[in-house]
């Protein structure tokens, strides 16, 4: 996710964005265990146990199959589809969703069109500040598209979570945000985790070979250099969305509308002569729409969704999502299970969950709760 990308995404970044835009931002900096968030979640009604546990079920699916689905679809024998029109095509469906959502919100065609002309046309400014997330936003899409090419799902999931790294260096340098001690341990433990994962030997993660030629080398820069701008985006979106009052929809078609249209360029110079020879649509099919669908609304979904659970059910999920990514890739794709995989990966987890609980003024107890000072 999730996620969405986006599936936090094949979470795409837009999908933590999505998150910050729903919650205040209180309640936003608390989840994301940058500030003391023992006060916010007491003004907070408790939801039920059982909503709790649906939403970490919901999270882990949707943050598992986007990368499953896009890693058959980018693997698969035959026709393949061009990666960068899945991405203008994603970026066009959540237009459309948000479109309609505010269209419901507002009760009318007229005041529907009238929102539109005060919030866009009659705010240029605002939409040149979108612009820039949105431009990394499909270059990061594109990249996600490399990356699960050329790693298998399993890799690919615990070489993801890189971007909790780089989305807490960019708060504490553009936000001036907080960060607990033992975030930074868990932040160093997530980096030995990945390193160990990625220093395997390549020819051990796989029984056969894959069906198309694959880079790992490739894949997991692609990897690093998303999530570099999965943090920058995400953060700067944070900073310029203070002191303005549009609704997440209302930037989901800010930012999927030059989406769609920076999609477009990047379609036109990377496979413009492929899609004028096959077609745009050449080498779709039920899965590639399928995968379309998850990035589109999957992130919308997850939004809704979070609100619901709190931060260490998160990252259970994430440490869900890397277990089921795991166990399909060993059933699907002849993924071969390492000591060296297991013990990186259980890094990566821990520092997921260690991350998540022990934010700015929490400190671990003897009697194992966690302690708000």
């Given at each position: 996710?999730?996620?969405?990308?986006?599936?936090?995404t094949?979470?795409?970044?837009?999908?933590?964005?999505?998150?910050?835009?729903?919650?205040?931002?209180?309640?936003?900096?608390a989840?994301?265990?940058?500030?003391d968030?023992?006060?916010?979640?007491?003004k907070?009604?408790?939801?039920?146990p059982?909503?709790?546990?649906?939403?970490l079920?919901?999270l882990?699916?949707?943050?598992?199959l986007?990368?499953?689905?896009?890693r058959?679809?980018?693997?698969?024998?035959?026709?393949m589809?061009?990666?960068?029109?899945?991405?203008?095509?994603?970026?066009?469906?959540?237009?459309?969703s948000?479109?309609?959502?505010?269209?419901?919100?507002?009760?009318?065609?007229?005041?529907?069109?009238?929102?539109?002309?005060?919030?866009?046309?009659k705010?240029?400014?605002d939409?040149?500040?979108?612009s820039?997330?949105?431009?990394i936003?499909?270059?990061?899409?594109?990249?996600?598209?490399?990356?699960?090419?050329?790693?298998?799902a399993a890799?690919?999931?615990?070489s993801?979570?890189?971007?909790?790294?780089?989305?807490?260096?960019?708060s504490?340098?553009?936000?001036?945000?907080?960060?607990?001690?033992?975030?930074?341990?868990?932040?160093?433990?997530?980096?030995?985790?990945?390193s160990?994962?990625?220093?395997?030997?390549?020819?051990?993660?796989?029984?056969?070979?894959?069906?198309?030629?694959?880079n790992?080398?490739?894949?997991?820069?692609?990897?690093?250099?998303?999530?570099?701008?999965?943090?920058?985006a995400?953060?700067?979106?944070?900073?310029?969305?203070?002191?303005?009052?549009?609704?997440?929809?209302?930037?989901?078609?800010?930012?999927?509308?030059?989406?769609?249209?920076?999609?477009?360029?990047?379609?036109?110079i990377n496979?413009?002569?492929?899609?004028?020879?096959?077609?745009?649509?050449?080498g779709?099919?039920?899965?590639?729409?399928?995968?379309?669908?998850?990035?589109?609304?999957?992130?919308?979904?997850?939004?809704v969704?979070?609100?619901?659970?709190?931060?260490?059910?998160?990252?259970?999920?994430?440490?869900?999502?890397?277990?089921?990514?795991?166990?399909?890739?060993?059933?699907?794709?002849?993924?071969?299970?390492?000591?060296?995989?297991?013990?990186?990966?259980?890094?990566?987890?821990?520092?997921v969950?260690?991350y998540?609980?022990?934010?700015?003024?929490?400190?671990?107890?003897?009697?194992?709760?966690?302690?708000?000072?």
């Open positions: 996710m999730s996620q969405t990308c986006q599936t936090e094949l979470l795409s970044t837009s999908e933590t964005t999505q998150i910050n835009m729903i919650s205040n931002e209180k309640t936003r900096d989840e994301l265990g940058l500030v968030d023992a006060k916010v979640i007491a907070q009604p408790e939801p039920s059982m909503l709790k546990y649906v939403s079920v919901l882990a699916l949707q943050n598992t986007l990368i499953l689905t896009m058959y679809v980018r693997t698969q024998k035959g026709d589809f061009m990666s960068t029109t899945a991405v203008v095509m994603s970026e066009a469906f959540k237009v459309l948000s479109l309609g959502i505010i269209l419901y919100q507002e009760g009318s065609f007229p005041k529907f069109v009238q929102h539109l002309v005060d919030n866009i046309i705010q240029p400014m939409c040149v500040k979108v820039i997330p949105s431009i936003y499909v270059l990061q899409n594109n990249l996600l598209y490399v990356a699960v090419s050329n790693l298998d890799t690919y999931q615990v993801y979570q890189l971007k909790i790294l780089t989305t807490a260096v960019f504490v340098f553009m936000l001036n945000k907080q960060i607990s001690k033992l975030q930074w341990t868990s932040l160093v433990i997530l980096f030995i985790g990945v160990v994962v990625q220093l395997q030997p390549t020819e051990s993660k796989q029984k056969a070979p894959p069906a198309v030629e694959q790992p080398m490739l894949g997991f820069i692609c990897v690093v250099i998303s999530c570099c701008m999965s943090g920058f995400g953060v700067y979106f944070e900073k310029i969305l203070k002191g303005t009052k549009g609704s997440v929809w209302l930037r989901n078609v800010q930012l999927g509308g030059l989406g769609v249209v920076i999609g477009l360029i990047t379609m036109e496979d413009g002569t492929k899609v004028t020879e096959k077609g745009f649509f050449h779709y099919h039920s899965i590639v729409w399928f995968v379309i669908f998850l990035q589109s609304f999957g992130g919308l979904c997850v939004a969704v979070v609100k619901y659970a709190d931060n260490i059910l998160k990252g259970f999920a994430t440490s869900a999502a890397i277990i089921l990514s795991c166990i399909a890739s060993i059933y699907f794709f002849d993924f071969t299970l390492t000591l060296q995989f297991s013990l990186g990966a259980s890094l990566v987890m821990y520092s969950y260690m998540s609980k022990y934010p700015v003024g929490a400190s671990p107890s003897t009697d194992g709760k966690v302690n708000i000072r």
